[in-house]
């Protein structure tokens, strides 16, 4: 049996178990993927200090996010198509993160429907929110997760327009998935995988049933496509901060004046995030960003890191940059797609454990104390 160590060895066996369309639709980016790419390059670049001769044998690695108690500074961020990846994913995903102790958050696009989630679990999961043209809806679904208890609403704000990733067409990505000759042929060799898909509870985006039904004649991917919004505004979160009761996370900022004015409108955290290299191509990596927000909004909200998250170490960095914890997107979807709910248990425990090896190392006790001082200027 294969030795699995790393995020690159769940990634190498989910490379092999999933269909192309749905793998490569996880693992790239847009346009020429240079944001995507200096995601990962600028985290590399950042060097740690090693420090020596402090007692290190008392860690703590637990974490305090958005008011909730964490084994560790790691979120599973909102991913759509979770349940394409593995049948069942956002379930699986789902029990992994209430095991480990750490939140979920579930995606407007996910298969699994947010009555289903929390059908299957027993701790209340977050709920990511994209405004849509259809206004009305999007305030049904904001209800649904009050309904299901989720604590804590992330809205979305990077993706007014969809970014052109230029592999999904090629590869014939559809929801549900479409058969093609070229597909079908790969799906015969993974055999796992059509099994599991198979025999989930959905193929189709489970949050959307009930809008897609209401038009007649409507797909659901054209039904997607043609509520992306290129009209949001400020105005739109400021009506969703006043319809959710609970807590409010803003994704997708990159500038300190959009930081600021997030936190003048009410949020209780934002996440650094350029939506993992797959909207804007040729912007910054947010690990270069993340410094500049953080002094932007002090200690006003809490700050969440999101971008090529595939360590421990990565997450050390985080921290070290001021940022309250990291969101994970495909570092779990690889464990999910080698080997199920497994999968991202087994992703969960690598990454802690690597976060745990990298603070001994640099002479750090416990997470909420890592700070600039553990990089080398």
Request: proline content about 4%.
């Amino acid at each position: 049996m294969q030795v699995i160590n790393s995020i690159a060895d769940l990634r190498e066996i989910a490379q092999r178990r999933v269909p192309r369309s749905i793998f490569e639709y996880v693992d790239r980016g847009s346009y020429d993927e240079i944001t995507l790419s200096r995601n990962r390059t600028d985290l590399e670049a950042l060097k740690f200090r090693q420090r020596v001769l402090i007692d290190v044998s008392r860690q703590s690695m637990a974490a305090t996010i958005l008011g909730g108690a964490s084994s560790m500074p790691l979120v599973i961020g909102p991913t759509g198509m979770m349940g394409l990846v593995h049948g069942n994913g956002e379930i699986h995903a789902a029990r992994a993160a209430e095991a480990f102790g750490i939140p979920f958050c579930l995606s407007t696009v996910s298969i699994c429907s947010i009555e289903d989630v929390r059908e299957a679990t027993r701790t209340p999961f977050w709920f990511q929110l994209y405004v849509m043209k259809d206004r009305g809806y999007t305030m049904e679904l904001v209800d649904r997760a009050e309904a299901a208890a989720c604590p804590v609403l992330m809205m979305t704000v990077d993706i007014p327009v969809s970014g052109l990733r230029r592999r999904d067409p090629k590869n014939g990505l559809a929801v549900p998935p479409r058969l093609t000759l070229r597909n079908a042929l790969d799906i015969c060799t993974k055999p796992r995988w059509a099994w599991s898909v198979a025999t989930g509870k959905r193929r189709e985006f489970g949050n959307l049933t009930a809008a897609v039904s209401r038009t007649t004649g409507t797909t659901f991917a054209q039904w997607l496509t043609s509520q992306f919004d290129a009209s949001v505004t400020w105005k739109d979160l400021e009506a969703i901060r006043a319809r959710w009761k609970g807590r409010l996370i803003v994704k997708g900022i990159m500038e300190p004046e959009d930081a600021r004015r997030v936190v003048a409108l009410g949020a209780d955290a934002l996440v650094v995030s350029n939506h993992g290299g797959r909207q804007l191509d040729s912007g910054a990596s947010t690990i270069s960003a993340l410094p500049g927000v953080v002094d932007a909004v002090g200690d006003r909200c809490e700050v969440l890191f999101d971008g090529g998250v595939r360590s421990g170490q990565d997450m050390l960095k985080a921290q070290a940059l001021g940022a309250r914890a990291s969101v994970t997107g495909r570092a779990f979807l690889y464990g999910l797609g080698a080997l199920g709910g497994e999968g991202v248990t087994l992703a969960l425990q690598i990454m802690s454990r690597e976060l745990q090896v990298s603070m001994a190392l640099t002479g750090c006790n416990d997470i909420r104390d890592a700070g600039r001082q553990l990089l080398t200027p």
